[in-house]
């Protein structure tokens, strides 16, 4: 018996079909989703019938696959909201935020005004985008619609509001709402944090459980890495042990924000306490805890710890992970030694540009500016596009190796030859390799030229290759900007300090100090750090 094809056995109806797009959305599963799609075409069925064309929008952006989304979307002739509102989901869930509020914009200039779930979604976009100023557009017509009322969009706009930073305004929809949800407090609570204002975070807690709401794990976590980011460890771990007395047991998500937050706030040894005592619980640390910890190690230059957690990482398989192997590359590099670094690049099966980066990073600086630039072409050899990172990294190694034309030409090279937009990491770059080889007058009169203010670090860099090379006649001409500035770090103000202090010119030095006072800056004083044998347990 002839078997016949696929599409003609099946008689479905649009209901079965929009049925079965729904499941393949639900699960995320993109090839039975495809299959449900080439069946929907080949049967001739009317993708207009209830809103099949609306659903396949939904499958493809709910699976990430924007491309074909797009390309359905442009085929529908009148799109009603619903497949504006995929559009927007799927385009703010995988990070094209700015796409987002287009597809928002074009919405509503074709006279739909959208419902709760798109204002819900837009108000993640701008979230995204840090943009509180469209943050508020939004919120305005959240009032023309009447929606400021629902509690989605209420929770939307708090968290907006939090996020970036208005925290009054955030306070001002969360006291306005008629109805709050355990979303709508743990919101509020981490806005308070995410600003420092922890007790008030705290309040809001007790309040909650006050109105009979039972906070949830993320609520206990938001609080317990906020006391552990503001360096009060034992607030952090008195909080963590109350949430074990009151039944709720900390989940790995809730040992590392404790962890997280302790590496944040550089209680190092706290942190690895912490981690010991997860793995003695019984809960195992996964990446996100190794992620957190391995850059505290290269920033203390603790190898014995960075070590210990590789060792973790071998034994859990997790190894095989790109960006836990570029961390333990980072790691190894800021601790110098280069041949551990060598041997994680090596075994990794499948390296992508984070791994590269790290490795000709490594390289420049250990001062092996030639292997980092060999490291760079062979990278572009396998198929690799550097990226603005690859740019930061390469520069900062001809820096360290003196390399000062080759810099320059790389520098000239990054968006004309690779699209590449120069950002001020990479103008410090090159101030900081003129610097270093003696050219501060170049270095001057790139300041002058930049199309942007300078930064701290920048001006750092300048002013110790102006003390190191004697051209503190350069230094004092740039002396005026660098007072305006809104530096928070002591350097700058420091070593112009000391450059009029070699001179004599002590009324100038006494100037240096009060903006220092006028602008709260204050340098720490001096200390050694060293880890000794055995001290580490």
Not at 204 to 209: C, G, K, P
Not at 471 to 486: F, G
């Amino acid at each position: 018996m002839r078997t016949m094809p696929f599409s003609s056995q099946l008689r479905w109806s649009p209901h079965e079909f929009a049925l079965c797009l729904e499941k393949c959305l639900k699960a995320k599963t993109l090839r039975p989703g495809m299959q449900v799609h080439a069946t929907v075409v080949t049967s001739g069925t009317n993708t207009n019938t209830l809103s099949l064309n609306s659903k396949l929008v939904g499958m493809y952006a709910g699976c990430a696959d924007l491309k074909s989304a797009r390309l359905l979307f442009q085929k529908i002739e009148h799109p009603n909201v619903f497949a504006f509102n995929w559009m927007i989901l799927g385009l703010s869930f995988n990070g094209h935020f700015d796409d987002a509020l287009l597809y928002f914009r074009w919405m509503r200039e074709i006279g739909h005004m959208g419902n709760n779930f798109t204002f819900s979604v837009v108000l993640k976009a701008c979230v995204g985008l840090m943009d509180v100023n469209m943050g508020r557009q939004i919120h305005a017509m959240v009032f023309e619609m009447g929606f400021q009322n629902d509690v989605s969009v209420a929770n939307a706009l708090n968290d907006m509001y939090g996020k970036c930073g208005s925290i009054s305004c955030a306070h001002s929809v969360f006291d306005g709402m008629r109805e709050r949800d355990v979303a709508s407090w743990t919101s509020m609570i981490c806005g308070f944090c995410n600003v420092g204002e922890i007790e008030r975070a705290l309040v809001l807690f007790e309040r909650m459980r006050l109105e009979g709401l039972e906070p949830n794990d993320f609520t206990w976590n938001v609080i317990i890495a906020a006391y552990a980011r503001s360096s009060d460890s034992s607030k952090a771990l008195a909080f963590f042990e109350r949430m074990k007395r009151e039944g709720v047991v900390p989940d790995v998500v809730a040992w590392n924000a404790l962890i997280s937050g302790l590496v944040q706030s550089h209680q190092l040894r706290e942190a690895f306490k912490m981690f010991r005592e997860m793995i003695l619980s019984g809960i195992q640390p996964n990446q996100v805890t190794v992620v957190a910890l391995l850059p505290a190690c290269g920033s203390e230059g603790c190898i014995k710890w960075g070590r210990e957690i590789h060792g973790f990482v071998c034994r859990k398989g997790f190894d095989a992970n790109v960006f836990i192997a570029s961390a333990l590359i980072d790691m190894y590099s800021k601790c110098g030694s280069l041949k551990d670094a060598q041997n994680v690049f090596d075994k990794i099966p499948f390296k992508n540009v984070a791994s590269w980066n790290a490795m000709i990073g490594c390289y420049g600086k250990c001062g092996m500016v030639d292997s980092s630039l060999e490291l760079f072409k062979r990278m572009q050899e396998e198929g690799l596009q550097p990226n603005e990172v690859t740019f930061t990294c390469i520069l900062s190694a001809c820096s360290h190796g003196g390399l000062v034309q080759k810099g320059l030409e790389i520098f000239s090279s990054m968006n004309e030859c690779y699209g590449i937009e120069v950002s001020m990491k990479h103008y410090g770059c090159v101030v900081d390799l003129l610097c270093r080889s003696g050219r501060t007058v170049e270095a001057y009169d790139f300041f002058k030229a930049l199309p942007m203010q300078v930064t701290e670090s920048m001006a750092g860099a300048f002013l110790h290759g102006c003390k190191v090379h004697g051209r503190r006649d350069l230094a004092k001409m740039m002396a005026e900007e660098i007072m305006r500035m809104r530096l928070k770090g002591p350097g700058s103000f420091v070593t112009l300090s000391n450059i009029y202090a070699a001179e004599g010119e002590w009324e100038e030095v006494g100037n240096v100090r009060n903006v220092m006072k006028e602008k709260n800056v204050h340098k720490q004083p001096g200390f050694s750090w060293l880890e000794k044998p055995g001290e580490v347990t």
